[in-house]
């Protein structure tokens, strides 16, 4: 089955920085989503994504399905930015495949 | 407001003692299914339901139940917990198929002793 594989695992960031997260796919990309998973284990949607780029606020993201990856960027991290990003693919029946995540922890 | 509604957010019950968890959307969705999260495991999908009384087997289905009788709701049934089956249930739904988004309710969290 498709892997998917995210980078990195773990990123500790000082309130203010920026960073970008990576996910890879091993095979086409269908629908990509990116998900946050807040402190209290609820799953926030981020972008719908298949290709192309979006933004909402300080958090944008773009999909190259070609080369089977997205990209999410963080800009002006805060604290409440904390917990895992996660990317997912559906690949059909509502069955999204999730990456492993990156654990986000933001200090101020 | 668009949403998904678990029921219960947190349950802590004793091994063979039946459960339902309840789940409903008002987004007139007509994929809905279930995940459970572990550590180290990730997300995996235990059911889906494409449309009112259509239902699958995901990737962990055993020892869980569903139904579909209506379109907004999609419950999941522990027959008889066990251990094993502690975990962070979500529900999501979709617009399903290969176009569109998926939403996730808040999560339930269930301990069983």
């Known amino acids: 089955g498709i892997q998917v594989e995210q980078s990195p695992p773990d990123l500790i960031l000082q309130e203010g920085a920026n960073s970008t997260l990576r996910c890879n796919f091993s095979d086409s990309v269908n629908n990509l989503q990116w998900f946050h998973q807040n402190p209290w284990g609820q799953l926030i949607n981020l972008f719908y994504i298949p290709s192309g780029t979006k933004q909402n606020g300080r958090l944008s993201a773009t999909t190259v399905a070609t080369e089977r990856y997205s990209l999410l960027y963080i800009s002006s991290s805060q604290t409440t930015d904390s917990g895992v990003y996660f990317c997912?693919?559906?690949?059909?029946?509502?069955?999204?495949?999730f990456g492993a995540g990156t654990r986000l922890a933001v200090h101020p | 407001e668009a949403q998904v509604t678990q029921n219960p957010r947190y349950l802590i019950t004793v091994t063979g003692k039946k459960l339902t968890v309840t789940c409903s959307q008002n987004?007139?969705?007509?994929?809905m299914s279930w995940y459970r999260q572990d550590p180290g495991l990730g997300l995996r999908q235990i059911y889906y339901s494409m449309n009112v009384e259509v239902t699958d087997k995901g990737d962990v289905p055993e020892g869980y139940k569903v139904s579909r009788k209506e379109k907004r709701n999609f419950p999941l049934i522990l027959e008889s917990p066990s251990p094993n089956q502690t975990s962070l249930y979500f529900c999501?739904?979709?617009?399903?198929?290969?176009?569109?988004?998926?939403?996730f309710g808040e999560g339930s969290r269930l301990t069983v002793l």
């Open positions: 997912a693919d559906d690949r059909g029946y509502n069955k999204l495949i």
């Open positions: 999501a739904s979709g617009t399903g198929g290969h176009t569109g988004e998926l939403f």
């Open positions: 987004m007139n969705h007509e994929y």
